[in-house]
């Protein structure tokens, strides 16, 4: 079996990235981040033939710049693992035409309408806590509230049955994961089992998108009657576009209500503001965002033989983009290392920016908010639980597998 690393695949740097570091690392990824930012904004990668920017400035300015750093990375390839063409993967002008079809669905004023039922959706899961007044509960934050939660969501604003909703959570776990070492039975297993939940989640959606009748004002109508108005999408981009409403819809806000109670039982001064003024959620949840970005990665592809700050990439370089990394960036956030609710202004990258920045933003925000918020009212004491935390094992997602906490 060949070894070597397919230089297809997208996001390489990444993947390569998360093969090599320990739990420890994936744990705690920043001092890298900082040790690289000390060696340069932008930096070559040998080991693949790519580069790594690490720096704010430089970060946002190829984030912005889809002429020369493409998204379109999936294009000359033929790599087993490549799903079909998805918003996520390519350029202005079709990106901008499927951008345009759910955009209005998206923005912060439409997102805001789900309010209610997301605030029923939390007062659900939390009212299957038994809490004993005084010795308070053990609860794993994740399987309870963090994860449960956006896939509820995002599957009801698609319209898709309730009892689907364990195969969203599976198929998205799939498809963030990463290569836990290098070794080739690894990769090959991990590449089959993406492959196979990929053609799983076509099938399903194929199937629902034929169906006579889904329910009014769900995405996937919204979706459909588009398509028959103007846009004449193909089927593949029909299902690309449900497979990433699906994964985009639940990995990032899952991991988003945890990082926010890892930050802040890790930092109690935090919590004991918090609880205190609740008006400071919005504020500590952007913090939460750049101190512990869900998303640590993204990439590109150099489309021409161009001169970037000062490093000379050619036509074909794959690049990684460390959100994480530029969100740590001392020359941009004042003492980046130290976790600050009160920090402003805010102008993280952690939804990314551009003509990419993330198109559930709003929804991820008002679902973390709403979630937060229920949380301080109903519980007065919150307290870390000692245990053995397992990271996720991804080139581009951060969080852990389970969070248990102590609630009272």
Not at 191 to 214: C, G, I, N, P, W
Request: net charge negative.
């Amino acid at each position: 079996m060949d070894t070597k690393i397919d230089l297809s695949t997208p996001a390489v740097g990444g993947f390569l990235r998360s093969a090599s570091r320990s739990k420890e690392e994936r744990l705690n990824p920043f001092p890298w981040y900082r040790k690289q930012l000390e060696k340069g904004a932008v930096l070559a990668d040998d080991s693949y033939g790519g580069w790594h920017i690490f720096g704010y400035t430089e970060a946002q300015t190829a984030l912005r710049n889809h002429t020369h750093f493409s998204s379109e990375r999936f294009r000359n390839s033929g790599n087993m693992t490549n799903p079909r063409p998805s918003i996520l993967n390519l350029d202005p002008p079709r990106h901008t035409q499927l951008r345009s079809l759910v955009n209005t669905a998206f923005t912060p004023k439409a997102i805001r309408h789900w309010s209610t039922r997301i605030q029923e959706i939390v007062d659900e899961l939390l009212n299957s806590i038994s809490i004993n007044n005084e010795t308070g509960e053990t609860i794993d934050l994740v399987s309870t509230l963090a994860y449960p939660l956006p896939v509820i969501v995002i599957a009801e604003m698609m319209g898709i049955p309730a009892k689907d909703r364990e195969k969203f959570k599976r198929w998205s776990d799939v498809l963030v994961e990463g290569p836990s070492s290098l070794t080739p039975e690894i990769i090959m297993d991990l590449m089959q089992r993406k492959q196979v939940a990929r053609e799983e989640m076509r099938h399903y959606f194929y199937d629902v998108l034929t169906k006579s009748q889904h329910p009014e004002h769900s995405l996937i109508a919204i979706l459909l009657e588009a398509n028959l108005e103007r846009e004449k999408l193909t089927a593949e981009e029909l299902i690309s576009f449900c497979i990433l409403l699906l994964a985009a819809g639940n990995e990032t806000t899952t991991n988003l209500i945890t990082n926010f109670w890892r930050c802040m039982l890790q930092y109690p001064q935090a919590l004991e503001d918090l609880q205190h003024d609740h008006s400071l959620v919005p504020s500590a949840i952007e913090e939460t965002l750049r101190y512990y970005s869900p998303v640590q990665a993204t990439s590109r592809i150099v489309t021409e033989d161009i001169e970037f700050y000062g490093v000379e990439m050619k036509s074909g370089d794959h690049v990684t983009i460390w959100l994480a990394a530029a969100n740590r960036d001392s020359s941009i956030f004042t003492n980046p290392d130290t976790f600050d609710i009160y920090r402003s202004p805010n102008h993280h990258l952690a939804f990314g920016h551009g003509i990419h920045f993330c198109l559930g933003a709003p929804l991820a925000r008002l679902e973390a908010e709403i979630a937060i918020h229920t949380m301080l009212q109903r519980f007065s004491s919150f307290q870390a639980v000692p245990a053995e935390w397992e990271p996720i094992i991804s080139g581009f997602v951060f969080g852990l597998y389970s969070y248990p906490m102590k609630i009272r």
